[in-house]
């Protein structure tokens, strides 16, 4: 019980996590429409929107959610507790992830994910990601009909965010090996502790000033992608973590702030190919139709 409580506590201070709830009230969904994983991706890609730090009044809103969710917290409470979400918090599906590439998209090859080297630089601190790594999302347990296999389908059906792929894009299913080491992300200390283990304050090339006076953001530090690939395969963001950790600042005097802010939907980021198996999925011709959502709730 005690971890339901902690956990009701997180998703009530985060800030996307509360818009994803107040969007779903506002939208007339309930504990039984948020059990459905299409649905629950489709409303992060909505609430990721609605939190855009380029906005303007990303502050504003990001406030506003904190304190309009306070009177949703029976539903946080039965949606967090509900077996059927239990998916949101589950470490990496080995054998369900999607990689989707557009035609314009610099993704690497998933049989040819090259290892990073050297120190980080400016762009994979403000990306949080190292340049040539490849991004994948958990096939989700739906139709095969349905538009929404993913969280990267749900963030594409949105009008993609910061990624505006070249139409049509290619879909593959990957199976991750058995040994692949992958570092799971379900909360905004995880993000802290793994930036405390293989960033370099040293290197670190600060945080982004536009994001800062656009969005009030700090990004922070970054793992050092070279640094991590020593030890590690991967780094798996759940959907739990991506709704309770993105845009949650959090200090330590060892590394300072971190705030987890440019990763999109539920995901892994890849610094070498593991993959044990690639099957070919019929490419998308055009962005994945969802129902729209109503008028911002604010």
Request: proline residues 6%.
């Given at each position: 019980m005690s971890d339901l409580v902690d956990r009701l506590e997180e998703f009530l201070d985060a800030p996307l996590a509360a818009a994803f709830f107040v969007v779903a009230d506002h939208d007339g969904l309930g504990a039984d429409d948020l059990a459905d994983p299409a649905t629950a991706c489709t409303l992060a890609a909505t609430a990721v929107g609605e939190l855009d730090p380029w906005s303007g009044d990303a502050p504003r809103v990001r406030a506003r959610a904190v304190e309009a969710v306070r009177d949703l917290r029976p539903l946080v409470r039965r949606v967090l507790a509900d077996e059927r979400n239990t998916w949101w918090q589950a470490p990496l599906r080995r054998e369900a992830q999607l990689h989707l590439a557009g035609r314009d998209d610099r993704v690497p090859d998933a049989s040819a994910v090259p290892v990073l080297q050297g120190p980080l630089n400016r762009w994979e601190t403000y990306a949080q990601r190292g340049e040539h790594t490849l991004i994948t999302s958990t096939e989700l347990p739906v139709p095969p009909e349905s538009p929404v296999r993913s969280g990267a389908h749900a963030v594409l059906a949105h009008g993609g965010g910061d990624w505006q792929p070249g139409y049509p894009v290619r879909q593959?299913?990957?199976?991750?090996?058995?040994?692949?080491?992958?570092?799971?992300?379900?909360?905004?200390?995880?993000?802290?502790?793994?930036?405390?283990?293989?960033?370099?304050?040293?290197?670190?090339?600060?945080s982004d000033a536009h994001l800062?006076?656009?969005?009030?953001?700090?990004?922070?530090?970054?793992?050092?992608?070279?640094?991590?690939?020593a030890d590690l395969d991967g780094v798996h963001l759940s959907f739990a973590g991506l709704l309770s950790a993105l845009f949650v600042p959090l200090?330590?005097?060892?590394?300072?702030?971190?705030?987890?802010?440019?990763?999109?939907?539920e995901g892994t980021r890849w610094v070498r190919s593991v993959f044990t198996a690639t099957g070919e999925l019929p490419p998308l011709e055009r962005a994945p139709e969802v129902a729209g959502h109503a008028s911002p709730w604010w």
């Open positions: 593959q299913r990957l199976r991750v090996a058995e040994h692949a080491r992958v570092a799971e992300v379900h909360s905004p200390a995880d993000w802290h502790d793994l930036v405390a283990r293989y960033g370099d304050p040293t290197t670190h090339p600060g800062a006076r656009s969005g009030e953001v700090d990004n922070g530090l970054a793992p050092t992608w070279s640094a991590l690939a200090t330590s005097a060892d590394v300072g702030t971190t705030t987890l802010w440019s990763w999109e939907h």
